[in-house]
């Protein structure tokens, strides 16, 4: 394994990184989560797009290596060959002596890593995964993507202890999203997901998701999901660049709609994936792999 450290290319062994960071010491920084199929990028450009905007919400220049993100993300997926990957990019303010306001002058440390895609989506016949609801503890700005995720670490990790696979956050009433995943629920022919704002990340799957249902003629909506609106759902669905489009068939042990496998979620699949593949310019697109 290869990583990528403010410039240089190194086994992750060879990557120092200063105790003094801030991104170690206050998480004070953003990331990115960028899927890649067959070798090249999924939907980079809005990756990058979000990254400047996290940066902007933590009010960071843009730092971007010499030769530009792009090259250097290339360069990285190039060193680490293998199957699907994503590549996580932190961009934290540097190291600087101890101080909760920002420093005078401060490096800031850019950071990337590969990762295989690891498969979580089950067979099309099986059930789909368990998830388990919560209350949203986050902060008042999910919008940022950023490095400060406490309480997603314990909410996934109490879904785990539960036997799930993913925790959905209510705020007030109402779902918000999963602990790493954007949250779709399906009545009937309508497909809903909770508002942009700041309680959520905007999510380039969900986006994606959206325009390539809307364009298929479906009705989607942007419209707060009550919790009763979640439990009384035909389907439920999460959605990550690293999962792509998962059914939730359990939700705090009791199932999810009615016995029937998830109907609409196999359609959306095979729709987003066509849509993905187009995008990409892959030739043999829309069979569910
Ligand atoms: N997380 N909401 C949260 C809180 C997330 O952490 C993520 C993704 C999403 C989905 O966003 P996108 O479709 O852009 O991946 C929504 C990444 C995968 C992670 O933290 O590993």
Same mark, same amino acid.
């Given at each position: ?13 060879? *990557? ?54 792009? =090259? ?34 401060? *490096? /800031? ?20 995964? *368990?998830?388990?609801?919560? =209350? ?16 997603? !670490? ?10 799930? !696979? ?12 999963? *602990? ?14 909770? /508002? ?59 199932? !999810? ?33």
């Amino acid at each position: 394994m290869i990583v990528y450290l403010n410039g240089a290319f190194l086994p992750p062994a060879k *990557a120092s990184i200063s105790p003094l960071d801030r991104g170690f010491l206050f998480a004070d920084g953003v990331y990115e989560v960028i899927p890649s199929y067959r070798g090249a990028f999924f939907l980079l450009d809005e990756h990058l797009e979000r990254l400047r905007r996290s940066l902007g919400g933590i009010r960071m220049p843009e730092p971007q290596p010499d030769e530009g993100w792009t =090259p250097m993300l290339e360069g990285l997926l190039q060193r680490n060959p293998g199957g699907d990957r994503s590549v996580y990019l932190q961009v934290s303010r540097g190291a600087a002596p101890r101080d909760h306001a920002f420093p005078a002058a401060a *490096a /800031p440390t850019v950071f990337a890593m590969v990762s295989p895609i690891v498969e979580t989506r089950p067979d099309p016949g099986e059930a789909g995964i *368990a998830a388990i609801t919560l =209350p949203d503890q986050r902060w008042g700005r999910c919008d940022i993507k950023s490095v400060a995720l406490l309480a997603n !670490v314990l909410a996934r990790q109490q879904a785990v202890e539960s036997g799930a !696979v993913e925790a959905i956050l209510l705020r007030d009433g109402v779902v918000t999203e999963g *602990a790493a995943s954007n949250v779709f629920v399906v009545h009937g022919d309508t497909v809903s997901t909770p /508002p942009l704002g700041h309680a959520i990340l905007p999510g380039i799957t969900r986006r994606f998701l959206l325009d390539a249902l809307r364009d298929t003629g479906w009705d989607c909506r942007e419209a707060p999901v009550t919790e009763e609106a979640l439990r009384s759902a035909d389907e439920i669905w999460i959605t990550s660049s690293t999962r792509e489009l998962v059914p939730v068939t359990s939700l705090d042990g009791r199932p !999810v709609g009615g016995s029937r496998p998830c109907p609409a979620w196999r359609r959306a699949l095979e729709i987003f994936r066509c849509a993905r593949d187009r995008s990409m310019g892959i030739e043999d697109a829309g069979a569910i792999r």
